[in-house]
């Protein structure tokens, strides 16, 4: 490898290659795609290679994606249902008082599937060891998809890029309670008295490490309940998602993924040098806003 292409990111038109043989990771498959097109070299995937990161196999952490049922999207878009929140024509509706989504309107709309990309710079000693390459796309570049995905997911970008869960703008907003634990606990409440049951909660670590963990008999009802909790930074100190994820929303997925050389954004890095794209397209459609809060939790 010339040392030029440590300052170039000239790269010829990608050599699609395929993932195969399936038991190859996604930095095997790629490191022998380079060794076969050099910085030509791209590889698709008939997965979403967020899913591969092989940390989950060790610690119990999970993305956000593991709170969402998910569909394979067969287009550029996904057709969804939705129920809007009750109107004031539901005060009408035979035991609204008593189960508050019979006077909800069933809808439905189409949702586009965005990309979601990760970029990592390849150290240029790094390509002449197929190994080392190998473990660095599956270990750095996989674990940057992951984390863009988290924010996809709960923060999104707006514009062409997917809408988030702190974008929504029809989710309500509980205020914080005595203490943090009695909010949490307050919005998954609030799920049921909804129609739904909580099942997941996105917070920051900072709340999870100061609140909940030293709170193992509170940690250990939520998973008997089937409550799983997400750590991520994607979500601000002070305040959390509840919902019912799996009945309340879905990803679409077009279970596609891509590992390329690439010209990286303006921004990027600190410095020029030869960079990989990981990329992975979905959708986030919420069908049951309802089921879903924001909680303050101080």
């Known amino acids: 490898m010339h040392s030029s292409h440590s300052s170039s990111l000239l790269v010829a038109p990608a050599i699609p290659r395929s993932a195969e043989p399936a038991d190859l990771t996604p930095g095997q498959a790629f490191a022998a795609a380079y060794a076969e097109a050099g910085t030509s070299a791209r590889v698709d995937f008939p997965i979403t290679i967020t899913d591969s990161f092989p940390g989950f196999k060790r610690r119990p952490r999970i993305a956000m994606r593991a709170l969402f049922k998910t569909v394979k999207a067969e287009g550029p878009e996904a057709t969804y249902f939705f129920e809007t929140h009750p109107t004031e024509a539901a005060k009408r509706v035979r035991d609204e008082a008593l189960r508050v989504e019979a006077g909800f309107d069933f809808q439905c709309g ?68 005595a203490d943090p634990v009695t909010s949490l606990l307050a919005a998954c409440e609030h799920v049921e008295q909804m129609g739904g049951s909580a099942d997941g909660i996105v917070m920051n670590p900072a709340d999870y490490f100061q609140y909940l963990f030293p709170r193992q008999d509170v940690l250990s009802g939520l998973a008997n309940l089937g409550i799983r909790i997400v750590r991520t930074r994607m979500i601000n100190a002070g305040q959390a998602i509840v919902g019912d994820f799996y009945a309340g929303a879905t990803i679409f997925d077009s279970q596609r993924s891509t590992i390329a050389f690439d010209r990286p954004p303006e921004g990027t890095f600190a410095r020029d040098g030869l960079a990989v794209r990981g990329e992975i397209n979905t959708a986030l459609a919420i069908h049951l806003p309802t089921h879903f809060s924001i909680a303050a939790l101080t």
């Not at 080392?132 to 062409?160: C, Y």
């Open 110 to 177: 189409k949702v586009p599937l965005r990309p979601t990309r990760a970029w990592v710079q390849i150290p240029e000693a790094l390509l002449a060891d197929p190994a080392a390459l190998a473990t660095f796309i599956d270990f750095r570049l996989l674990v940057r998809l992951g984390t863009a995905e988290n924010q996809s997911l709960a923060l999104g970008k707006g514009g062409d890029h997917m809408l988030g869960l702190l974008e929504m703008p029809n989710l309500r907003r509980l205020p914080a309670l």
